[in-house]
């Protein structure tokens, strides 16, 4: 199974077409696209609401089935992910997730926390930190595969978790 995932496009609908087009079991969005819930782009991502989004339409939270995975996904600011994973790790054991994908930080990464996948896609315009802008891959057999991909769709970095 293959999950594609990108946060923190401010507003660039050039990325999300771009992400869009690529082929996944699902696509997640974690916010602050500032686009329009109903921009017709959207149709078929999940999405949720950043900070910098006024669209009250996006749900702040998501938690969505993908074959066995129990997939949670926020923006972040709420759960305070750029201090601690803590009330992330809380929310996503409260819903039985598997995988939690957040944004926020603006810095790619993921860790197991608990036996939960944490995965923060980084951004795709903005990065931080002196980072490449990038997007996540999780692909899912008997392990977790956590790419992340340029904006080139050059492999910046990959890190494999067992299940």
Same mark, same amino acid.
């Given at each position: 199974?293959?999950?594609?995932?990108?946060?923190?496009?401010?507003?660039?609908?050039?990325?999300?077409? %771009?992400?869009?087009?690529?082929?996944?079991?699902?696509?997640?969005?974690?916010?602050?696209?500032?686009?329009? /819930?109903?921009? =017709?782009?959207?149709?078929?991502?999940?999405?949720?609401?950043?900070?910098?989004?006024?669209? *009250?339409?996006? =749900?702040?939270?998501?938690?969505?089935? #993908?074959?066995?995975?129990? #997939?949670?996904?926020?923006?972040?600011? *709420?759960?305070? #992910?750029?201090?601690?994973?803590?009330?992330?790790? +809380?929310?996503?054991?409260?819903?039985?997730?598997?995988?939690?994908?957040?944004?926020?930080?603006?810095?790619?990464? /993921?860790? @197991?926390?608990? $036996?939960?996948?944490?995965?923060? =896609?980084?951004?795709?315009? %903005?990065?931080? $930190?002196?980072?490449?802008?990038? +997007?996540? #891959?999780?692909?899912?057999?008997?392990?977790?595969?956590?790419?992340?991909?340029? @904006?080139?769709?050059?492999?910046?970095?990959?890190?494999?978790?067992?299940?």
């Amino acid at each position: 199974m293959k999950l594609i995932v990108l946060s923190d496009s401010h507003g660039d609908i050039n990325t999300v077409k %771009q992400i869009k087009s690529l082929q996944a079991d699902a696509i997640f969005h974690c916010g602050d696209s500032e686009l329009s /819930a109903k921009d =017709p782009l959207l149709n078929g991502i999940h999405i949720v609401r950043g900070n910098c989004d006024n669209d *009250e339409q996006f =749900p702040a939270t998501i938690v969505q089935k #993908v074959g066995d995975e129990t #997939v949670f996904i926020v923006h972040g600011h *709420e759960h305070d #992910v750029k201090r601690s994973m803590l009330t992330l790790s +809380y929310a996503a054991a409260e819903q039985q997730a598997t995988i939690a994908l957040f944004g926020h930080s603006h810095l790619y990464g /993921a860790e @197991m926390i608990s $036996g939960v996948l944490f995965v923060n =896609p980084g951004s795709t315009t %903005q990065p931080r $930190g002196g980072r490449a802008a990038t +997007y996540a #891959v999780i692909e899912i057999d008997d392990a977790y595969t956590v790419s992340f991909y340029s @904006m080139n769709h050059e492999l910046v970095d990959q890190i494999i978790f067992n299940k």
